[in-house]
């Protein structure tokens, strides 16, 4: 049976919405206030971000080197395949799986709180539960649902179509932020020079900068995605790391730029990030978010439509990327039999992972009727798998590189590793001040991602051995009849 291969049709600015779409996400606009500011403040984030951004251009230049050495789809599946075989590459790549598709539910539950503190109770009808704290309307959990149908249709009609969706939503995107931030800072009510804390008072800044560090693989991940649409990719590949380090910087700049935007309203009277942060969130609606506060005391009501207009685009788009990569990346693993061949059946008219792409739009469907503290259990879960495929990267490519005697690439492949086992190890540490690390709820979400990932390696090995068997089976009748025949 013929292999079947994706269409090469995604142009440079495609590639860039992709990259940068996957990085910005609901977290730009909620982690201000959530975690950025009361753990590290408007300089810590900064600093985190620039380190961060440092570290996720290195690995970029393992990727950069790998996608030389492997043109195709595939990724980190292909990249550990090649250096270390199928086994690890099944690890690899079923933990980058849950860095990269887990990020499109994630955000589908993001949904629900933004159209919540924008509109207020209009989507909260037929009260269904609690979880933690927070209520479950039929109405939101439809919503959302509606959300990630459209967008894995959208997904399964072309990754070209795909694309110009996802440049029209980055576009969008950035040029509502620019105007709400243009206005934010020459505005009379900016008191950035009013000198609030540059750091949390509450939490040791460095302990507050690692805190930011921590959820890092999770919050850049999308810098890889060109790894996973080589096959697809329309234009010279000497092109790409040009393209995803612009990507880096530019989400750098904005996960920082809607933090000190966030920061742009804090008044003399309050002695910390946390009380400012409790008097904002005592609010109601959108006042009650720090970024959505910061762009209504810059333009009123129309802040809060352009800030909400680029929150959602932001989502939509972020979902589209992730629908991109992880869908590649399990069609990967299925072209090589490392799991059941369904996952790398491609939709007939457009040439697109479409058992994939539902696969991961069941994810979206299933995770809103958990509520707002799935987010909090899942970041850590994406951060980890996120961590995880950039670490066999790095490997990857050191290997090869000392082959080749090529002193650069086994540097930043020794520095990517290194990076990789500390955001690990930073998710795993139990420390308070530290609350992206994994929670008990992250614990069994991990465990039965193992145990699903396991069943799958397990029929995918049961499919093969009937192959061979049959193979076996074949031959050995072809040998009896031609002996007949003598």
Not at 83 to 106: D, E, N, Q, Y
Not at 278 to 288: F, T
């Amino acid at each position: 049976m013929a292999v079947q291969r994706l269409q090469r049709s995604l142009k440079p600015i495609h590639v860039f919405a992709f990259t940068y779409g996957s990085i910005i996400g609901w977290g730009a606009f909620m982690l201000s206030g959530d975690q950025f500011l009361p753990h590290a403040g408007p300089l810590g984030t900064a600093i985190a971000m620039l380190i961060a951004a440092f570290v996720a251009i290195v690995i970029a230049c393992n990727y950069g080197f790998m996608v030389h050495h492997h043109w195709g789809d595939g990724g980190e599946f292909a990249y550990a395949n090649m250096a270390f075989g199928r086994r690890h590459a099944f690890i690899c790549s079923w933990f980058t799986v849950l860095g990269m598709a887990g990020i499109v539910p994630l955000n589908t539950t993001a949904i629900s709180i933004i159209v919540r503190n924008l509109f207020g109770s209009l989507f909260q009808w037929k009260y269904l539960y609690s979880v933690a704290g927070f209520e479950i309307y039929l109405g939101e959990v439809l919503l959302a649902a509606a959300v990630v149908l459209l967008l894995a249709q959208l997904s399964n009609s072309g990754v070209k179509r795909a694309g110009n969706f996802i440049t029209a939503l980055v576009i969008l995107e950035l040029i509502c932020v620019a105007i709400v931030v243009v206005a934010a800072f020459i505005g009379p009510k900016n008191r950035m020079l009013s000198s609030p804390p540059a750091f949390s008072p509450d939490v040791n800044p460095l302990m507050g900068i690692m805190a930011i560090l921590a959820v890092s693989p999770w919050a850049f991940a999308g810098f890889n995605a060109p790894s996973h649409a080589v096959e697809e990719i329309g234009f010279e590949k000497k092109n790409i790391m040009k393209i995803v380090v612009i990507s880096i910087i530019l989400g750098a700049l904005m996960y920082t730029i809607i933090t000190v935007l966030s920061a742009s309203t804090y008044p003399l009277k309050y002695h910390s990030w946390p009380e400012y942060l409790r008097n904002i969130r005592s609010h109601s609606g959108w006042q009650s978010m720090p970024s959505f506060y910061a762009a209504s005391q810059a333009l009123g009501q129309w802040g809060v439509i352009l800030l909400g207009i680029a929150s959602v685009s932001a989502i939509m788009g972020v979902m589209v990327g992730f629908f991109m990569i992880g869908s590649r990346l399990l069609y990967a693993m299925a072209r090589s039999h490392v799991i059941p061949k369904a996952f790398g059946r491609l939709h007939s008219k457009y040439r697109t992972p479409n058992f994939a792409v539902l696969f991961i739009m069941f994810l979206g469907l299933v995770v809103p009727f958990f509520g707002r503290n799935a987010l909090l259990y899942m970041v850590p879960l994406c951060s980890l798998g996120a961590a995880v495929g950039y670490g066999y990267t790095s490997a990857a490519a050191m290997k090869f590189a000392l082959k080749e005697k090529n002193t650069k690439i086994v540097c930043t492949g020794a520095f990517g590793i290194l990076m990789s086992v500390v955001a690990v190890v930073l998710l795993f540490i139990p420390v308070e001040s530290l609350s992206s690390t994994f929670k008990w709820p992250g614990y069994i979400l991990l465990a039965i991602w193992i145990v699903l990932g396991a069943i799958l390696r397990l029929v995918a090995l049961k499919n093969e051995r009937k192959k061979i068997a049959i193979r076996e089976k074949s031959r050995q009748e072809r040998l009896a009849s031609s002996e007949k025949k003598s």
